[in-house]
């Protein structure tokens, strides 16, 4: 089971740090997302890393204010987003991937709760 968390509301230019808290297993060699869903908008593809925390990709929407890390000691990953705009509210998810694209949903299961993130003009 996952469960996302730090979300909230923040101005424009603010920051907010996500964590994703896994139990029931270890994530440690499994590749690692968030994904975000505003209303009336399909789930996207926002940044993942790999198993080991050494690789990392984030959409473009998000590159150069968002940083993905994880500590497989702690069974958890982080989203750090800096720099947030209006256009970063969403629902925020995380979940885990053992195989396929790291940008595709579908390739990702289990899904934890989202947390929500609202941002301010």
């Known amino acids: 089971q996952l469960q996302a968390s730090g979300g909230g509301l923040a101005q424009a230019g603010g920051s907010l740090r996500l964590s994703c808290a896994a139990s029931?297993?270890?994530?440690?060699?499994?590749?690692m997302g968030w994904f975000r869903q505003a209303p009336g908008k399909e789930r996207e593809f926002v940044a993942a890393?790999?198993?080991?925390?050494?690789?990392?990709y984030y959409a473009d929407s998000v590159k150069g204010r968002f940083t993905i890390s994880r500590d497989n000691a702690k069974n958890t990953g982080y989203l750090q987003m800096n720099s947030l705009k209006p256009e970063d509210t969403a629902l925020y998810y995380c979940?885990?991937?053992?195989?396929?694209?790291?940008?595709?949903?579908?390739?990702?299961?289990?899904w934890g709760q989202g947390t929500q993130v609202t941002v301010s003009s």
């Open positions: 979940a885990t991937s053992d195989s396929g694209s790291y940008s595709l949903p579908r390739n990702y299961a289990p």
């Open positions: 890393t790999n198993w080991s925390g050494q690789f990392s």
């Open positions: 029931g297993r270890s994530i440690s060699t499994y590749t």
